[in-house]
Structure formats: structure tokens, C-alpha cells
């Protein structure tokens, strides 16, 4: 089982519809990102969240550490949002650092 | 403009060919990192680097080498690339070095073929 699981993997939208977008993880951690794919293939950073719930435009990142859970939303999609959302969690190392772990991303495609 | 910048964008090669992916960052950011992305298998974190001559593994090191010589730069080196390390390879920046948490600044990707 991986550490880092998101749903749906793949989700198709009408434009102006509210998305949801899921991940769990199994392990302690110090803070969980979400990140943006762009089909060119370069990665942006959209939220960091170790509680609680942050916004920013369109778009909102809920975390509950204790049920290990966060979602994404998306509010009035378009389809500039089609992309790869892709969740990561940063679990501290026993000697330094951390190491982060990465979801398989969802793939959204939002139609006009 | 701040920014991470990796090269080259695309390269191919032959197996057992030595070669460099360079990373360098303007930011002065403290954290850097090396990831690989593959179809069905996501993101993998290669090595990482908390600061200037600090380097650790990630989930996935074998058959790379690092070097943080310089806060600015974090090349990745394949000694002996082989055709399994064929992949989309992404190197990332942080202010901070993670478990403090700050955003991550990712460069464009380096599409490596090794033939």
C-alpha cells in the first residue's frame, strides 16, 4: 500500500463545477503540499499545510491530521485548471532532513 | 526573476555514457533536491541536500551521485547511466530545509533517454 493515495485518479468536469480532490496518508507527518502539473510538464507549488485550512483564488486545501486526510478544491473550475494535481507529504528522518513522498496525481480535465 | 534552472531540458544517451544534470537556484534557498517521474510510479525523491556539503539519500538513489559544493548548485551525476534510468527528472528548492517547511520551487525537468 503507498504511503501517499489519491482519488480520484482521473476526474473529467464541466467548466464552473466545484471539484474535490483527495489524498490520505498513512505516516506521521511535518506538513503535506499540494502541486500543480501543467501538461509542458513543469511543477508549481500551489499550497503547503501542516493544519487547518488555507486559500487562494479558486482554489482551497483542507488538512485533519487526525484522520490523515486532505483535500483540494477547486470552486467555478475552467479549463486552464486541466492539470495534474499532486499531493506530497514531508515525514521527518530519523537522523536529518525528511524525506517527501508523492501521491500518483490526479489527472483533471475540465471541459468548456 | 527567482528561479530554479535545470539543463539540459532534453538529452539522450548510451548506456555507460557519464553525464551531469546541473541545478542551480537564485533564491539562496537552503534545501535542494533530486526527483525522478515515471509513468505509474509518480514522483521519487533521488537525494537530497539540507545545505552546502550536507547531503542525504532519498527513496530511490542507486546509480546517482550529488554534490553541494555551493548553496547555488546541486548537479545530479549518472556514472554508468543504464536504459532503467530513463525518466523526467525534476530538481527542487526550499528557503528552508524541510521538516521547518517552506514551498517548493521546481525547475522545468530534464527528459533523459538512455539508450
Known amino acids: 500500500k503507498n504511503e501517499v493515495e489519491q482519488s480520484p485518479q482521473n476526474l473529467t468536469a464541466q467548466e464552473g463545477e466545484f471539484i474535490t480532490i483527495n489524498c490520505s496518508y498513512s505516516?506521521?507527518?511535518?506538513?503535506l503540499h499540494w502541486l500543480q502539473q501543467h501538461p509542458g510538464g513543469g511543477i508549481v507549488s500551489l499550497f503547503m499545510?501542516?493544519?487547518g485550512k488555507k486559500k487562494h483564488g479558486r482554489l482551497i486545501a483542507t488538512i485533519n491530521i487526525q484522520e490523515k486526510h486532505s483535500s483540494l478544491h477547486i470552486t467555478a473550475s475552467h479549463p486552464r485548471d486541466s492539470a495534474v494535481y499532486i499531493c506530497?507529504?514531508?515525514?521527518?528522518?530519523?537522523?536529518?532532513?525528511?524525506?517527501?513522498?508523492f501521491g500518483e496525481g490526479t489527472q483533471l480535465t475540465v471541459n468548456p | 526573476e527567482a528561479q530554479v534552472t535545470q539543463n539540459p531540458r532534453y538529452l539522450i544517451t548510451v548506456t555507460g555514457k557519464k553525464l551531469t544534470v546541473t541545478c542551480s537556484q537564485n533564491?539562496?534557498?537552503?534545501?535542494m533536491s533530486w526527483y525522478r517521474q515515471d509513468p505509474g510510479l509518480g514522483l521519487r525523491q533521488i537525494y537530497y541536500?539540507?545545505?552546502?556539503?550536507?547531503?542525504d539519500k532519498g527513496d530511490v538513489p542507486e546509480g546517482y551521485k550529488v554534490s553541494r559544493k555551493e548553496k547555488r548548485n546541486f548537479p545530479l551525476i549518472l556514472e554508468s547511466p543504464s536504459p532503467n534510468q530513463t525518466s523526467l527528472y525534476f530538481c527542487?528548492?526550499?528557503?528552508?530545509?524541510?521538516?521547518?517547511?517552506?514551498?517548493?520551487?521546481f525547475g522545468n525537468g530534464t527528459r533523459l533517454t538512455v539508450t
Open positions: 506530497a507529504v514531508t515525514t521527518p528522518e530519523e537522523t536529518s532532513g525528511s524525506r517527501l513522498t
Open positions: 505516516v506521521g507527518i511535518s506538513a
Open positions: 499545510l501542516s493544519s
Open positions: 533564491m539562496n534557498h537552503e534545501y
Open positions: 541536500s539540507m545545505n552546502v556539503e550536507v547531503t
Open positions: 527542487a528548492s526550499a528557503r528552508r530545509p524541510q521538516p521547518y517547511n517552506s514551498p517548493l520551487h
